[in-house]
Structures are given as C-alpha cells and as structure tokens.
C-alpha cells in the first residue's frame, strides 16, 4: 500500500557525515581499507574499529556501544562464510566508496562504505539483507517476456515443476503498490520468489515479473497526472495471463490470479476486463477505496511511533486535511482531480480507481475466491479489510477465507525489535509455509 512521509524506506544504519581527520591515519588502499573494516565488524572489534577507523564526526555521533547493536540488530543469525565481492570507486573528490556482499549460511547483506581522502570512515549502512535459498532440485525456471513487441515489454520468470504429466495449472502474480521487481522485493522480503517456488514444488506454475512502474520508472514518471492502475498494474496482468495461456504446458483453463496488497484489491477488475482467471486469491488485498486504506494506516503509525502529544496533533491534523481531500474526490472533474494530490498520491489516479471499486464487481463474480490475510497485518487491517471481505462475500457460493495469527502484511513472522512498524520488514524471513501449502492445496483442488 502507498502511505506518505511515514512510509519510510529502507534503513539507512549510519549517515554520511563529511569532516575533519584524525591525526597520522593509516595509509592502506580503499579496497584494503574496506576489508580491514568489515574484517573487525565480523569479529566483533567494534572498539577497535571506532577508535582506528572513525573520523572525528562519525565518533561524535555513534558510538561503539551504538554501532554493535546496529550491526548485530541486523546480523542477528548463520555463521560468515565469505565477503563475496567487494568493489571501490571514487564517489567525489574527497570521497571513495568501497561496496561489498557478506555472504552468511542463512543470510547475505551488501555493505556501502565511505572513506575520505584521509581513508576516514564518514558513512557506513548495511542494507536489507535477504534469506539465502537455492533454486530447488524439482523446479526450473525461465526467462520470459511480458507484453513482447508492445510499447511495455517486461521481464520475468515462469517457474515449472521439473516433471509432471499433462499440464500444470498455473498462477499469475500480481503486486502491491509501488515499483516493484519479479520477486516483489522490499526491505529483506522476496515474497513472490518463496511464493513461486513454493508453489511449483506443489506442481503449479507461475508466472512473476517486473512491473512496469519499476522498469520503466523514468518514463511514465513524465505522466503522473494522467496515470491509472490500468497502466500501472491490470493491463500488465491481463498480458501475463494471455502468455501463460499460450503455453502448451499448461493447462489455460486452470490460470489463477494471487495478487498481493494493491493486486489483491485489483484481482476482480483484472478479471473482468481481460484477465479472465479461473480463480481469484487475495492475499491482504482490500474491498475498500485505496484512500480510506492509506487514512487507516497514517492514524495507526502516528499513534505507533509518535509519543509527543503536541507532535501527534499536528500529524492527525495533516492527515485530516488529507482525508477530507479524498472524500471530495468523485465530486471533482477529471481535470480538476489532475491537479491535486491526496497523502501524496495524484487525485486522478485514486479518482479513476475508486470509480472501479471491488463491491462494483462482486455481484458479477462467480468464480472461486480465496481471500488470506495475516492478522498482524498493519498496512490492511484484520478487524477492518478482512472483515469487509467476508461482508461482501457472505452470499458467495465459493469463497475460501484464511487468516494466520502472527503473520504481517507479506504473510511472514515477526518477534522482536520494531514490531508492529516497518522495522520488522527489515529482518530477513520467508513467507510462511502454510500460506503456500493453503494456496497450493486450494488450486490443487480446483485443479483436480
């Protein structure tokens, strides 16, 4: 789901701060320098690293003390196996930045250090690592192309059982909001890489790809006032779903749609215009408008991560400011909503997709629907989203419902520092392998 200021990304360990040098520094290469560094971080040193390797403005503001929580907050489980690649170029006149992969038995991280010209550390961060997993033994996968020969062409893998006789039914996957790779990654997360794998093992295909907004960012960053979901997402479903039909190996009469977050609120548009599936899975997808959903989510982490009274009313002010902007939106002319934002969102593009809401679909829908939600979820609310579905749902003949205790918005567990806030994305995980046996053996069902 989009959110405003307080969705922020990816946490940034240490800035960049730009000073004065310490008296007689070492004089190694930057590569050397780099090595060296990591060298005590992996052992612990971290004394030793802040009183050779800080300059006189990173020691003022980190400690040692600091800088070992944050790198054991991160570096939290598996045993080093090797510093992978480790690579150094010249940043700006006075700064060098040497970047590396740390390869560990469950995990890996890429580091980003920076030197001054006195081989000074001014940054250091340690983005997001990722679970480390092999392809397994009973599946491949292909290169792909979605949309080939169109303005949009987009990469992506289809994932295939090794062996299996006739055709596999298949999965579209579709993303949240945002741009976002064939694996949907954010922060340490690949849910669509556990999602596929996971459900090719079982004997299902899927198809995951980059979508378009990442692959063509800079392009359709020059129309944001005439950009709709149908650009950004559905139309880019619909032609996956036609590829995969076209297979030979796979059976086109049993092509599920799982869409995540925004995909999931999409899924039964996507359906009626093209898309055409033999099934639906909303995975912490919403029946409400995007808007009201975002409003939810700022109240949440205003009150989550705002302690100061006066600071909290200033926030809930501004985003009641918002909300009301979202409420007069189908009021405005399509031009008119071109010209304004709401929680930093171009007013067309909520306009258009509150116009092609999911309970305008329901009544049509005669299709089995899956709908899942984690119930630590707090970007789409349990007690709120999940809730409405079955509501809206509650006359419908084949409709699944399934919500998991303990698991967040990208369906994983979390326990621990930064709970409940995007902190938790941050620590390295998989989607939980009950969502995947529940999705595999709803299909399978179907399927058989």
């Known amino acids: 789901m989009r959110t405003n200021w307080l969705m922020l990304g990816c946490l940034i360990i240490l800035v960049l701060l730009i000073g004065c040098a310490k008296d007689?520094?070492?004089a190694p290469t930057v590569e050397e320098a780099g090595e060296e560094v990591i060298g005590l971080l992996q052992a612990g040193?971290?004394?030793?690293?802040?009183?050779?390797?800080f300059s006189n403005e990173l020691q003022e503001s980190l400690s040692a003390v600091e800088l070992a929580r944050d790198w054991e907050e991160k570096v939290t489980e598996g045993d080093f196996v090797e510093l992978s690649s480790l690579q150094a170029d010249n940043l700006t006149e006075d700064l060098d930045v040497v970047e590396a992969s740390l390869e560990y038995t469950t995990d890996y991280f890429d580091i980003r250090l920076i030197f001054n010209k006195e081989t000074r550390l001014v940054g250091?961060?340690?983005?997001?690592?990722?679970?480390?997993?092999?392809?397994?033994?009973?599946?491949?996968e292909e290169e792909i192309i979605v949309g080939k020969e169109t303005e949009y062409e987009l990469e992506g893998l289809l994932t295939l059982p090794k062996e299996g006789e006739g055709k596999f039914p298949a999965v579209v996957l579709v993303h949240g909001s945002g741009p976002s790779d064939r694996d949907e990654t954010a922060f340490a997360y690949k849910p669509f890489r556990d999602l596929a794998w996971g459900l090719?093992?079982?004997g299902?295909?899927?198809?995951?790809y980059d979508k378009r907004?990442?692959?063509y960012g800079n392009e359709m960053a020059k129309h944001t006032a005439h950009l709709t979901v149908y650009e950004e997402t559905v139309e880019d479903a619909i032609r996956a779903a036609e590829l995969v039909k076209s297979d030979p190996r796979i059976d086109p009469e049993h092509v599920y749609l799982a869409g995540h977050s925004l995909g999931g609120m999409l899924a039964p548009r996507i359906d009626a215009e093209g898309g055409d599936f033999a099934g639906?899975?909303?995975?912490?997808?919403?029946?409400?408008?995007?808007?009201?959903?975002i409003y939810e989510q700022n109240l949440y982490l205003i009150e989550k991560l705002i302690a100061n009274e006066e600071e909290q009313k200033e926030q809930l002010a501004s985003v009641e400011e918002e909300y009301q902007k979202a409420q007069n939106l189908q009021k405005l002319t399509t031009e008119k909503s071109k010209e304004v934002t709401v929680f930093g969102i171009n007013g067309y593009y909520l306009k258009e997709m509150a116009e092609y809401d999911v309970q305008s679909y329901i009544g049509e829908l005669d299709k089995p629907l899956l709908i899942l939600q984690g119930e630590d979820d707090f970007q789409v609310f349990y007690d709120k989203d999940y809730a409405y579905w079955q509501e809206l749902l509650e006359n419908h003949d084949d409709a699944t419902f399934i919500s998991y205790p303990g698991l967040n918005h990208f369906f994983i567990a979390y326990e621990g520092a930064g709970e409940g806030t995007l902190?938790?994305?941050?620590y390295p995980n998989q989607v939980d392998e009950n969502v995947i046996q529940d999705i595999g053996e709803w299909i399978l069902e179907k399927f058989n």
Do not use: C, H, N
């Not at 040193?45 to 390797?53: C, M």
């Not at 250091?124 to 491949?140: C, H, N, Q, V, Y």
């Not at 902190?423 to 941050?426: A, D, G, P, V």
């Open 423 to 426: 902190r938790e994305y941050e």
């Open 204 to 208: 299902i295909a899927v198809i995951r």
């Open 280 to 293: 639906l899975i909303s995975l912490a997808g919403s029946p409400r408008p995007l808007w009201e959903i």
């Open 213 to 215: 907004t990442l692959a």
């Open 24 to 26: 007689d520094p070492p």
């Open 200 to 202: 090719a093992e079982q």
């Open 124 to 140: 250091l961060s340690l983005a997001d690592g990722f679970t480390k997993r092999e392809l397994p033994e009973s599946i491949k």
């Open 45 to 53: 040193e971290y004394d030793k690293l802040y009183e050779i390797w």
